[in-house]
């Protein structure tokens, strides 16, 4: 149980394009999802925390502008990169809390992101 | 700025042995703490969470908690090659909005 997916895997993108990575919680609902983003031999950073139906909270110098979070439904968060620039290529990764266990964080396999 | 504080490592051990993993927090308020293993290039994997003082067993891992030194651990018995990972140490932050802190992790080498 407690299976989170993400969409797609890794992505090549332009310079200047978008691109929305989906994040789903497949067999449980979740009270709140996450946005993390790690370079290679770091940490992760959260970016930001999305609610269902909610304004998502980011993180200090995190811009929410460049990082558009969506949380439409308890299964289902979608980052979307705006306009997208090669400092933004690292991994990305989404986790989300069961509503039944709202304090344990499972992830998602991550977004590999890279923009030429 | 609520910290976690772990050793980087690596920490080497043969196979067969026992791993010891350490952690500090500084939230005094946090009540609930977990042990994420993360391969190379993967996402994190939850593989323990601890809320009360003491141990807490789960197969060939123990975790242990001291609320009153600030302190979790986690013990990885019989370790194989395959426990080989950076292990994440994680705390959620005391006042709400379910925000976990996480330590920069552990790499553990297990020596065939």
């Known amino acids: 149980g407690a299976v989170v997916s993400q969409h797609p895997s890794w992505v090549i993108c332009k310079s200047g394009t978008s691109v929305k990575i989906e994040c789903r919680s497949l067999?449980?609902?979740?009270?709140?999802m996450f946005w993390y983003r790690q370079f290679p031999k770091q940490s992760l950073m959260l970016m930001a925390t999305s609610n269902e139906g909610s304004k998502a909270t980011y993180e200090q110098g995190v811009e929410k502008d460049k990082f558009l979070i969506n949380h439409a439904s308890l299964t289902l968060s979608t980052l979307t990169v705006t306009s997208a620039h090669p400092e933004d290529s690292s991994f990305y990764i989404c986790?989300?809390?069961?509503?039944?266990?709202?304090?344990?964080?499972?992830f998602g396999p991550g977004t590999r992101l890279t923009v030429t | 700025q609520k910290e976690v504080e772990q050793n980087s490592g690596p920490l080497s051990v043969p196979e067969g042995a026992i791993a010891s993993l350490n952690c500090t927090y500084s939230?005094?308020?946090?009540?609930?703490f977990f042990w994420y293993r993360q391969y190379s290039g993967k996402s994190p994997e939850l593989i323990m969470s601890i809320y009360s003082n003491g141990d807490k067993e789960d197969g060939r891992f123990t975790a242990q908690l001291n609320k009153a030194s600030q302190y979790v651990s986690l013990l990885i018995r019989d370790s194989q090659p395959s426990d080989s990972a950076t292990y994440l140490c994680?705390?959620?932050?005391?006042?709400?909005?379910?925000?976990?802190?996480f330590g920069t992790g552990t790499k553990l080498q297990v020596i065939p």
């Open positions: 986790s989300a809390t069961p509503t039944t266990r709202s304090y344990e964080q499972y």
């Open positions: 067999d449980f609902q979740a009270t709140t």
């Open positions: 939230d005094r308020g946090s009540q609930s």
């Open positions: 994680a705390v959620l932050n005391s006042g709400g909005y379910q925000k976990v802190t």
